[in-house]
C-alpha cells in the first residue's frame, strides 16, 4: 500500500503531459469511524478523521436521511405519498426538533399532514419521537424507529461530509484546480501525480467499506503538453484562482473588523496564503507561462494579511504590559 512518504515533488518521466484530470465520487458513502480512521493511518494521511463531529449532526444526517414515496391504490384511485423530515419552529436552546411530514401529491395542490415529531436533546445527546399522529396509510412509529436506527449508525460512521473535510486536504496539497463544471472533476498537475495515485488507491479502499449501496470511485486521464490543452487549464486556473483570493479577503478582513488576535488563527491563514503563492509558482511552471492577471488582487490579500499580522504581534507585546 503508497504512502505519503513515498510522495516525490517532481516526476520528470512524465515530460509529455502537464498533469491529470480526476474525478472522484464519495456522495453516498457511509463508513464506520474505527475503519475510516484505520485507512487514513495506514495510507500515513496527514489528516485521517474530520476534525468536528456532534451527535446533534448525527441526528440531523438522520432525519435527513428518512425519505419514503409509498403508492396506495383503492377504489378511489393510485395514491401517492412522500414521507420525510422538515424544520419546525420548536427549537430550544437544549432541544433541536423537526417534524415527520406525509405529503400527498396531488394534480393542483400538494397536501401535508404532520405525523410526529423527531427530537434530540443537546444535554444528553438522546433522540426520542413524541406526538405520533394516526394515519390509516402510514405507520408514523415506524418510521419514527427507523430515524433512530439512522441516527445510531450515523452516530457509528462518516459520511460524505466527513470523508470529503479528509479529501480536500489531500487537494489541497496535490494543488489541484477544481474544473468549473458540475461534480468533483480537477486538474492536478504534473509535479503531484504521485501524490495522486496514492488518493485513488485511497479512494478504492474506502469503496470496499461503504456501508451503502451508492457508488464511491474515482478516475483520471492525462492532459497533453501541448499550448491548446495549456491555454484551457490557464482559464480555469485564473477562475479558481480569483475565487480563492477573494473567499481569503473576506475571511482575513473579517478577522481584521472583528479585532481577531489569536495567533492560532492568524498563522493557519498565513500559511494558506502562502500556500496559494506557492500554488501560483507551481502552474506557472507546469503552463510554461507568466500568471501575472490577478497579481495585483493577490497583492491587496497581502496588505491585508500583514495588517492581521502586525495586530497580533501587538497585542502580544500589549499583554506582558497590562499584566
Not at 140 to 155: G, P
Not at 160 to 180: G, W
Not at 256 to 261: A, L
Request: proline residues 2%.
Amino acid at each position: 500500500m503508497p504512502e505519503m512518504q513515498s510522495y516525490m515533488g517532481v516526476n520528470e518521466g512524465n515530460s509529455g503531459i502537464i498533469g491529470k484530470l480526476l474525478y472522484y465520487s464519495t456522495a453516498n458513502i457511509l463508513i464506520p469511524k474505527d475503519r475510516f480512521i484505520e485507512l487514513g493511518k495506514a495510507f500515513n494521511l496527514p489528516k485521517v478523521k474530520p476534525a468536528r463531529e456532534s451527535a446533534a449532526s448525527a441526528y440531523r444526517y438522520a432525519t435527513t436521511a428518512l425519505k419514503d414515496r409509498v403508492v396506495n391504490k383503492d377504489s378511489g384511485g393510485t395514491h401517492i405519498y412522500r414521507i420525510y423530515c422538515r424544520d419546525n419552529k420548536q427549537d430550544t436552546s437544549s432541544v433541536i426538533c423537526r417534524e415527520l411530514v406525509k405529503e400527498t401529491l396531488d394534480s393542483t395542490t400538494n397536501n401535508y399532514k404532520k405525523l410526529a415529531n423527531i427530537a434530540f436533546k443537546r444535554e444528553t445527546e438522546e433522540m426520542f419521537y413524541d406526538n405520533t399522529e394516526y394515519d390509516s396509510d402510514i405507520d408514523a412509529a415506524q418510521y419514527c424507529e427507523q430515524a433512530l436506527t439512522l441516527f445510531d449508525r450515523f452516530k457509528s460512521c462518516y459520511n460524505s461530509d466527513h470523508v470529503d473535510s479528509v479529501v480536500q486536504l489531500l487537494l489541497e496539497k496535490m494543488q489541484a484546480v477544481k474544473i468549473n463544471i458540475h461534480g468533483n472533476l480537477y486538474f492536478i498537475p504534473n509535479p503531484h501525480l504521485p501524490l495522486l495515485n496514492i488518493f485513488e488507491d485511497y479512494i478504492e479502499a474506502l469503496s470496499k467499506c461503504n456501508l451503502n449501496a451508492g457508488n464511491v470511485s474515482s478516475n483520471s486521464m492525462y492532459v497533453a503538453n501541448d499550448e491548446k490543452q495549456r491555454e484551457k487549464m490557464t482559464a480555469e486556473f485564473y477562475m479558481n484562482y480569483k475565487r480563492d483570493i477573494e473567499t481569503y479577503e473576506e475571511r482575513i478582513q473579517h478577522f481584521i473588523d472583528n479585532g481577531c488576535s489569536s495567533a492560532t488563527v492568524i498563522n493557519r491563514w498565513l500559511k494558506k496564503i502562502e500556500a496559494l503563492k506557492a500554488k501560483k509558482a507551481t502552474y506557472e511552471q507546469v503552463l510554461k507561462r507568466q500568471l501575472d492577471d490577478l497579481d495585483q488582487d493577490f497583492s491587496l490579500l497581502q496588505m491585508q494579511s500583514q495588517e492581521l499580522s502586525l495586530r497580533a504581534v501587538k497585542n502580544q507585546i500589549e499583554m506582558p504590559l497590562a499584566a
